[in-house]
């Protein structure tokens, strides 16, 4: 069924459990928010390329103190300055009711392969789906399923180099 494409969707909390337990943080998306075809996978790994932008509002403005004096920076400013330019990354989407953790509803997860220098909390994410990695696993060890993860890395990184996925950055 790939490509499969959304449009720009919300970031929002989730358990805080990707960084702080598996070392590997992962932005979650309304599920809501995907399309249907998106929606219809089956639970697994997937890779794709995501693009994030920063969302310019007025509302969201983050204060942060330098050389000593208190400098407002809206959301969109702070997230470029503190990130730089947001190119379009390489992903690891996971499609999951994370049965290690014995949830029972389903979560979309992106684990973007770029070393971010903040979180982007706030921001907008759009991205493709260009390919199945392997089914959702129900893991008995936090080890064995990070040893995975790593190897999902591992897969999305040289498939998404090769040329012909590389004209799918395109699309986002
Ligand atoms: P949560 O349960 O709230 O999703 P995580 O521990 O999974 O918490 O961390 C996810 C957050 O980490 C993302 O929403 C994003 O702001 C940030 N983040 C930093 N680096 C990355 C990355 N490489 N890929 C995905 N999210 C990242
Ligand atoms: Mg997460």
Same mark, same amino acid.
């Given at each position: 069924p790939f490509p499969l494409v959304t449009e720009y969707c919300d970031i929002v909390s989730g358990f805080?459990?990707?960084?702080? !337990?598996?070392g590997v943080p992962t932005a979650n998306v309304p599920? !809501?928010?995907?399309?249907k075809s998106i929606n219809d996978l089956d639970l697994g790994v997937y890779f794709g390329f995501a693009h994030i932008r920063a969302v310019d509002s007025e509302e969201a403005s983050v204060e942060t103190r330098q050389e000593g004096r208190t400098v407002t920076y809206s959301y969109g400013q702070y997230l470029s300055e503190a990130n730089g330019d947001l190119d379009v990354l390489p992903m690891v989407l996971s499609v999951g009711k994370n049965p290690f953790y014995g949830n029972d509803f389903k979560t979309m997860e992106l684990h973007v392969l770029h070393d971010f220098k903040n979180d982007f909390y706030g921001a907008k994410v759009k991205f493709n789906i260009l390919g199945h990695i392997r089914p959702e696993l129900n893991y008995t060890t936090k080890e064995a399923l990070i040893k995975d993860i790593n190897i999902d890395i591992k897969i999305a990184q040289t498939v998404l180099a090769t040329p012909s996925y590389q004209a799918y950055k395109r699309q986002l």
């Amino acid at each position: 069924p790939f490509p499969l494409v959304t449009e720009y969707c919300d970031i929002v909390s989730g358990f805080g459990r990707g960084s702080a !337990e598996l070392g590997v943080p992962t932005a979650n998306v309304p599920i !809501e928010q995907l399309p249907k075809s998106i929606n219809d996978l089956d639970l697994g790994v997937y890779f794709g390329f995501a693009h994030i932008r920063a969302v310019d509002s007025e509302e969201a403005s983050v204060e942060t103190r330098q050389e000593g004096r208190t400098v407002t920076y809206s959301y969109g400013q702070y997230l470029s300055e503190a990130n730089g330019d947001l190119d379009v990354l390489p992903m690891v989407l996971s499609v999951g009711k994370n049965p290690f953790y014995g949830n029972d509803f389903k979560t979309m997860e992106l684990h973007v392969l770029h070393d971010f220098k903040n979180d982007f909390y706030g921001a907008k994410v759009k991205f493709n789906i260009l390919g199945h990695i392997r089914p959702e696993l129900n893991y008995t060890t936090k080890e064995a399923l990070i040893k995975d993860i790593n190897i999902d890395i591992k897969i999305a990184q040289t498939v998404l180099a090769t040329p012909s996925y590389q004209a799918y950055k395109r699309q986002l």
